[in-house]
């Protein structure tokens, strides 16, 4: 048996070489070229019905025609594993060489001719619509690179500038993130060189950038306070504080500015004190001010002079006011009320005028005078007659545009030397003594008085008359005129031994003049206002009856 299983392994078997050890088919292109060799016989233990090996097929064998004589190989002797079993026959597993596998190429056929494709003729409207729609495509390409551009462009502006006032004048080109493209396609409907920038104000306008209208708007805004400088101020306790902003100085701002008090203080007792005050511009902005005040408290009363008892007749009018005067240490112009409520012209008797003086602070002070009513005596020149006469004599003397100064030195000089002098006369009123005065053309210092009088009172010139205060052997009458606004003593009659006049005298100048030994101008001061103390006798040219210039 074993002799013939041994017999049949002996036999030459011939492979296929296109086949693999699995039976399965190997492409002659890629098969790796193998070496001859004799081949392992396998010698089974038992030898068992040949049959195809699981998923090997049949293989068949082939003749050929010269058959090679293999030498025998010798039986190896393989142990097994079960004893007392069928032995199994033992495959002898080949090892696999690796082989370099290679891309499969097919091959490629020389002289192979490739088949020409059919010609196909393209549609002439086909080529036209193609051309088109390139055409179209380029064009909207380039529509988009423009829209591209624009909106590029369009992002640099920028809509709105605000600016403070009082800056300089703005330009277009604040408007623009970066200059644009095309700076020449760039306009504005705005004249930047006339715009108010110290207004606060919001301008709108235009600006057309490459074709296309952008609203925009230049604000001017005011932000900042306006800075000024208290001035200091002196004031009474009793008077009001004077408005804010005349006691500010140096006031800075683009606009008009307000000033209004702040917190005020009580200053009736009087002292230093800081009061701030509100300085405001245009726009609202505010800046608080300091101003220093310097109050006084005024607790003096007005003095009155010149008010004295007063004779009249029944159905005369009385000037009051005549010769009384008011001052006051601070108030320069201190009220005068005159109280003649007790006062009954139609009637003889005495009755009292008070006369009431108020200053700004509100001090009062008073003098009740009595005011004589008498009949009429015979042959009473009324005043409106002296008047009269006085007109006349004064449109001789004067020229229109006179100053005052120039009035009253004709009047004094006229006087003095047409009024000529008697001791004795009879005169029972001012009025009286006047009108002899301008009829006769005599009289003595109280005529004479009386006369420059009633010449004042028609020139409109304040005046009072003085008399001679004590006197132990005669009175004696002058003339007190204020000329532009003072006091001065005037005296028109003719004097023994002293061929002139006095004018524009002042106290001081008229107590120091002596005569023969003598002065005779004493009289009761407290009762007059007080005179001037500057000279202006060297403006006096007493034998032409001029002021010098």
């Given amino acids: 048996m074993n002799n013939a299983v041994n017999g049949k392994n002996n036999m030459s078997q011939s492979r296929n070489q296109n086949r693999s050890v699995a039976g399965r088919t190997v492409n002659p292109v890629n098969a790796a070229p193998t070496s001859k060799r004799p081949a392992v016989q396998k010698t089974p233990v038992n030898k068992a019905p040949s049959r195809p090996q699981a998923g090997h097929p049949a293989q068949s ?57 059919p010609k196909t003729e393209m549609n002439p409207m086909l080529i036209k619509l193609l051309g088109i729609s390139a055409a179209i495509l380029v064009a909207v390409m380039a529509v988009a690179g423009i829209i591209s551009f624009l909106n590029g462009q369009y992002e640099l502006l920028n809509s709105e500038i605000t600016i403070e006032a009082g800056s300089s004048k703005p330009e277009l080109n604040m408007y623009f993130k970066e200059e644009p493209a095309i700076p020449a396609l760039v306009s504005s409907n705005l004249v930047f060189e006339e715009v ?97 005040f310097e109050v006084t408290k005024d607790g003096t009363a007005p003095t009155i002079t010149g008010a004295y008892d007063l004779q009249t007749y029944i159905g005369d009018t009385v000037t009051y006011r005549q010769r009384v005067t008011v001052t006051d240490d601070y108030d320069e112009n201190p009220n005068l009320d005159i109280d003649t409520s007790a006062v009954n012209l139609k009637k003889a008797g005495k009755y009292d005028v008070v006369y009431r003086a108020t200053d700004f602070s509100g001090n009062v002070s008073a003098v009740t005078v009595k005011i004589k009513v008498s009949e009429k005596p015979k042959g009473y020149i009324e005043p409106d007659v002296v008047y009269a006469e006085a007109k006349k004599i004064l449109d001789e003397i004067t020229e229109p545009g006179m100053t005052e100064e120039e009035m009253a030195l004709q009047i004094i000089w006229w006087c003095r030397y047409n009024i000529k ?48 205060h004590p006197y132990q052997t005669a009175t004696h009458f002058w003339n007190y005129v204020k000329i532009n606004g003072q006091w001065y003593h005037c005296d028109a009659t003719w004097r023994q031994g002293y061929d002139s006049y006095f004018f524009m005298y002042t106290t001081k100048e008229l107590l120091n003049f002596w005569q023969g030994g003598w002065n005779g101008f004493q009289f009761k001061q407290s009762a007059f206002p007080e005179s001037a103390t500057e000279s202006v006798q060297k403006r006096i040219d007493y034998k032409n009856h001029k002021i010098k210039s």
């Fill in 196 to 292: 108010n920038t110290d207004l606060p104000q919001t301008v709108k306008f235009n600006i057309n950038m490459y074709g296309k209208n952008f609203p925009c708007q230049l604000v001017i805004k005011d932000s900042i306070a306006p800075t000024g400088e208290g001035v200091p101020q002196k004031i009474f306790s009793c008077e009001d504080l004077p408005d804010a902003m005349t006691c500010i100085s140096n006031v800075n701002d683009v606009t008009d500015c307000t000033a209004t008090w702040k917190d005020v203080p009580d200053m009736n007792l009087g002292g230093n004190f800081i009061v701030q005050a509100v300085l405001s511009d245009a726009a609202g902005n505010e800046t608080i001010v300091g101003v220093p």
């Fill in 61 to 117: 064998v082939r003749v050929p025609q010269t058959q090679v004589q293999r030498p025998v190989q010798r039986q190896i002797q393989r142990p097994t594993q079960n004893q007392g079993q069928r032995p199994v026959p033992q495959r002898v597993q080949r090892p696999v060489q690796k082989t370099a596998q290679k891309n499969v190429q097919k091959p490629v056929r020389k002289n192979a001719t490739k088949k020409a494709a």
């Fill in 421 to 468: 002098f008697i001791l004795r006369t009879r005169s029972y009123s001012w009025t009286e003594a006047a009108h002899n005065a301008f009829t006769n053309r005599t009289g003595n210092c109280y005529s004479t008085a009386s006369a420059v009088k009633a010449l004042l009172d028609v020139a409109g010139i304040d005046n009072m008359m003085i008399e001679r």
